[in-house]
């Protein structure tokens, strides 16, 4: 099971305040226990939603909107996608984390859908295309 783990964004981060250096040291160490477990997939940080964009959709109507964005405890600073054997899993090595904020902060975990999940509202010949291309992003 595929789950992606989002570190919520903080007043700090949306700031732009840069963790302090034993923050750095403690999150890289368990990034490699993550990895050394075979866990972690991917993990990066988020810039401040300052310097991004979004787009909304509405039929064929595109609208874009500059960062920063309102609500800073439904934003992302962050996210490690790791492969768990189930939920229990992930909610284990969530709570071993270091705190990846100064201060007060939450992370959210949300399985992904895997091509099964899907059953049969996704016919055989897109299953197959879906599959062909996670095969060739493994293989890069």
Known sequence: MRVMVLVKATQDSEAGTMPPPELLEAMGKYNEELAKAGLLLAGEGLKPSSQGK???FDGESRTVTDGPFPATGELVAGFWLWEVKDMAE???W???CPNPMPGPSEIEIRPLFELEDFGDAMPPELAAQEEKLRGQLRGR
């Open 90 to 92: 992930a909610m284990e």
């Open 94 to 96: 969530a709570k071993r």
């Open 54 to 56: 979004r787009v909304a």
